[in-house]
């Protein structure tokens, strides 16, 4: 009777704390599996649909054959993709480098104590302020040969003007400083941000050790916003190489395809070529320059322990 | 009694079904913004929904890729947010090859067809039929007319330029009064495109072709600018800047659209006679052609109102209506036999008859990526006018690209 009395006792203990778990189960069912299949439906599946794609003939009609690694092949052997894809890697290092160069040179400037610094910290946002296709347009007006206020101050200082977008390297560096000016005050924000987190008694320590303004920096500055160095730069690294707006309000690739990245091929191809099984290949590849750049960021955070 | 009941019932089940059968429909037209006010005064003057029984309702359309991207997406999907479109050259190719658009047969036919120009028959045959089959309805007609600055060419005792090379030798002595002899729009975005193709049909070939004429085209505008005869600054421009620089006297003779007519008689400040005249296009190795093109009506497959639209199609492209038109926005000037004779003494018109008199009208050239296609042939170019290829190079480049587009 005892016995029996105990096993029913562990029965109902089991029976409440199975409904407990089925209850929490329901809940996460309800709290995730929305969220879930959203993310599957709008991230997952565009991914494996696009890797499938590269693999076929696809044009406007709809897929077609699979056509094995033919996309991929015609990527390698063509002209216009690995000049793209070359001056994307170019555009993407050189552009992060400055930025963030530029970007903790202006943070340290904002985080020193001057009259007016709420204001200038107001001023350096605005860059950021402005849409990329407008700044596009902005700086193409800024380079232009007769009417541009660059020239126009060149001529001033009695210098020659220069063809700014009309020599591939002119281009490719009017493409990258626009692109530098527009992202720096945005990083600057943020470098700022962990400036202010730093200690003060860690740099009166230093002082009283005899460090100077340079070894302040050195030792205790760069090793502190180092975590958001490495962070910012693997960001910005990853988002500019989708880089769009800016090549096409700008150059749209030009002069010849000097300045072309490869998601502007894969806008021609798929909505001016309507080659999608081509323009998904030129997806795929830029899929994987991504996740190489993702994957030395994380191992960059391993090995420095950031 | 049962006989009066069923006589009823028929007569109520038929007037029931009557109304469905002629009920209004509203047609969405897709037609860009400046031209629909002179489209709802047509249709209001010439009383389309007492006629028809439907009315209009317009939906805004750019020329540009944008418009493509979407309809594209829409067509693939078989459905279409336009009734009727006002389709481009660009629209045209790339939708007609996938059976995107239905046949406008019945609307194209006896007083319609009669009534276009003779000299526009390659022109629809290349440009709005396929497999015998119409599928667009010019309702404009794009062609390049070349301007030039008759005061100056008198004051420097030059004479109008009548080939490539009285361009070159005008612009010699242009150059020694500190202004380019010729200059065209060569940006991105189809602009240098449309130049190497006039000068590619004067030099007797197709451009998508990559062919010699490709390749005389882009080696005589970089001989051109080399000598400082045509600005280099150009590569960047787009109609804007070409039309800025010609209005401030740098230029002695563009190639340019028919709206460049209103740009100088509008500007008060800038026109008297003799400041911005037209002239044939100056003879190339080939001939002294222009290409043409332009948009057309055109009804979608997958139109919601197919029947609808198409009757929308035969009454705005009827001669009196396509007049009526004509006269309310110059856009709407085709080479319609009905329209020239109307209009003989509208100085656009006056300008149309006397390149048709000459023979200066070539279809364009047709590829089925055509916005691709022509963004290849401005790559080859521009690399090579920039320096980043030799000729040799750049013409390779574009066989090998067209090539891989045609795969």
């Known amino acids: 009777m005892a016995i029996s009395s105990m096993t029913q006792a562990a029965a109902g203990r089991r029976r409440r704390w199975f409904s407990a778990r089925a209850r929490l189960i329901t809940l996460f069912c309800i709290l995730v599996l929305p969220a879930l299949a959203l993310r599957l439906f709008t991230a997952v599946w565009p991914i494996i649909a696009t890797i499938d794609w590269s693999f076929r003939r696809v044009d406007a009609m709809g897929a077609g054959n699979y056509v094995g690694f033919a996309n991929y092949s015609r990527f390698l052997g063509d002209q216009v993709m690995t000049a793209s894809f070359s001056f994307t890697f170019w555009y993407v290092i050189a552009s992060t480098i400055l930025q963030i160069c530029l970007g903790l040179l202006v943070s340290l400037l904002l985080n020193a104590a001057f009259k007016g610094r709420a204001i200038a910290r107001s001023i350096n946002l605005i860059p950021w302020a402005v849409p990329l296709i407008v700044a596009a347009m902005g700086f193409r007006w800024l380079l232009d040969d007769q009417y541009g206020l660059i020239n126009d101050l060149l001529i001033r200082v009695g210098l020659p003007p220069v063809h700014w977008l009309i020599q591939a390297d002119t281009a490719r560096l009017g493409v990258i400083a626009a692109n530098v000016w527009r992202n720096t005050p945005f990083i600057a924000m943020i470098f700022l941000a962990g400036l202010q987190g730093i200690p003060q008694d860690l740099y009166e320590a230093a002082q009283l050790d005899g460090a100077g303004p340079v070894q302040l920096f050195r030792y205790v500055t760069l090793p502190l916003v180092l975590p958001l160095v490495i962070t910012m730069s693997m960001f910005f690294a990853i988002w500019q190489l989708a880089s769009f707006d800016l090549i096409y309000g700008m150059t749209q690739g030009g002069p010849g395809f000097a300045t072309s990245v490869l998601a502007w091929q894969i806008y021609k191809q798929a909505f001016q070529a309507f080659n999608f099984g081509y323009a998904s290949a030129i997806s795929v590849v830029l899929l994987l320059v991504i996740a190489l750049f993702g994957a030395f960021g994380y191992m960059l955070f391993r090995t420095r322990q950031v | ?407």
């Open chain 2, 1 to 407: 009694m049962i006989k009066t009941a069923l006589a009823t019932s028929i007569i109520a089940l038929v007037a029931m079904g009557m109304p469905a059968a002629s009920q209004a429909e509203e047609v969405i037209v897709a037609a860009q913004t400046f031209s629909q006010p002179a489209i709802q005064k047509v249709l209001d003057d010439f009383g389309y929904t007492k006629e028809t029984g439907n009315t209009v309702k317009f939906d805004s359309a750019s020329a540009g890729d944008e418009d493509i991207a979407k309809l594209t997406t829409a067509f693939r999907g078989n459905s279409s947010p336009d009734d009727v479109i006002m389709a481009s050259d660009e629209e045209f190719a790339s939708f007609v090859g996938n059976g995107w658009f239905a046949p406008l047969d019945e609307v194209f036919n006896g007083d319609v067809a009669k009534d276009f120009s003779d000299q526009m028959s390659d022109a629809i045959a290349k440009w709005s039929q396929k497999d015998g089959h119409t599928y667009r309805i010019p309702l404009e007609f794009a062609f390049s007319i070349y301007w030039t600055r008759d005061d100056l060419l008198k004051q420097y005792g030059m004479a109008a330029p009548k080939s490539w090379d009285d361009l070159k030798a005008n612009a010699k002595i242009a150059k020694d009064h500190g202004m380019y002899g010729f200059a065209d729009a060569l940006g991105k975005g189809a602009f240098g495109y449309v130049y190497l193709a006039n000068l590619a049909v004067q030099a007797g070939g197709d451009p998508f072709a990559c062919d010699a004429s490709l390749k005389t085209a882009i080696d005589w505008t970089k001989q051109m600018m080399d000598a400082g005869y045509f600005p280099k600054e150009a590569i960047t421009w787009t109609y804007d800047q070409l039309n800025q620089q010609y209005l401030d006297g740098k230029l002695l003779t563009i190639r340019e659209w028919p709206f460049f007519w209103s740009v100088t008689r509008d500007n008060k400040a800038f026109y008297a006679p003799g400041k911005a005249e037209v002239v044939l296009p100056p003879q190339g190795p080939a001939n002294g052609k222009v290409w043409t093109g332009g948009h057309g009506w055109a009804v979608p497959a997958a139109a919601p109102h197919l029947d609808a639209a198409k009757t929308f199609v035969k009454f705005i492209t009827r001669p009196d209506v396509q007049i009526a038109l004509a006269k309310q926005n110059s856009f709407f000037v085709v080479p319609r036999k009905s329209l020239l004779a109307e209009m003989k003494d509208d100085a656009f018109v006056k300008i149309m008859n006397e390149y048709l008199a000459a023979d200066r009208f070539a279809p364009r050239p047709f590829f089925p990526q055509l916005v691709a296609a022509q963004g290849v042939v401005e790559d080859a170019a521009h690399a090579y006018w920039t320096g980043q290829m030799s000729l040799d190079d750049a013409m390779a480049f574009c066989k090998s690209q067209i090539a891989a587009l045609s795969q």
